[in-house]
């Protein structure tokens, strides 16, 4: 199973949107919106941010948004802040049962 | 508070087996799967299979078929990952984290640091 493609980095002035991207096959998105998204600070534990597809955990910012279309799955942030500053990778379950990260996105806050 | 506290750093032979464990705590354990991700020096996130917190259902990914086990003991409260005949390449840290939903993963251990070398 490969990885979901997500681009390398992504930078952004604060208080701007940025969206990741992340590309998979019909295999890996399937019939299912089961996407998520997870947040990782340099030598610290990921976080969830959002799960399929759009939903926000609870004490998650409504700065981050998730959406799909076809094989794409996107996390958009808003309103862009110093904190955001970490590397983003998607999720998705697969037609087979198993669960395949995206190559992950390093977002810059310039 | 729903938390997880997994065993402390493991240096390794090659050839060698480990074994990471994940306490957990602040919820029905038993109620959950957990899953089991790596992570290599600079690199991203893999993840390597999935358990139930009652040990009833399973999946691996294929890479890591043969060489792991993952098993729970509802009695602890306790999940644990076993890796066989290590390699230089399992280099990683090593997350437990809950299985909430089909394929979304909250809370996570702070990571087992497993160093194979010779």
């Known amino acids: 199973q490969s990885a979901l493609t997500q681009p390398a980095s992504v930078s952004g002035s604060p208080g701007q949107s940025i969206t990741i991207s992340c590309t998979g096959t019909t295999s890996d998105f399937g019939a299912f919106n089961y996407v998520s998204w997870y947040q990782q600070h340099p030598d610290k534990a990921p976080k969830l941010m959002i799960y399929?597809?759009?939903n926000r955990p609870s004490g998650v910012s409504d700065r981050f948004s998730g959406s799909k279309s076809g094989n794409t799955a996107s996390l958009t942030i808003s309103g862009l802040q110093t904190e955001d500053e970490a590397d983003y990778y998607c999720s998705s379950y697969t037609s087979i049962s198993t669960l395949v990260f995206g190559t992950g996105t390093k977002v810059t806050v310039l | 508070q729903v938390h997880l506290v997994q065993s402390g750093a493991e240096v390794k032979k090659p050839g060698a087996s480990v074994k990471v464990s994940c306490q957990a705590s602040?919820?029905?354990?038993?109620?959950?799967?957990v899953t089991w991700v790596r992570q290599a020096p600079g690199q991203g996130l893999e993840w390597m299979g999935w358990v139930g917190g009652n040990n009833g259902n399973f999946n691996f990914a294929q890479k890591f078929q043969g060489r792991v086990t993952m098993t729970t003991d509802t009695s602890t409260n306790t999940a644990y990952m076993e890796l066989t005949s290590l390699k230089s390449d399992d280099t990683a840290v090593y997350y437990c984290a809950r299985k909430v939903g089909t394929n979304w993963f909250d809370p996570w251990g702070q990571g087992t640091l497993v160093t194979v070398s010779s």
């Open positions: 602040g919820f029905t354990f038993r109620n959950y799967g």
């Open positions: 399929d597809v759009h």
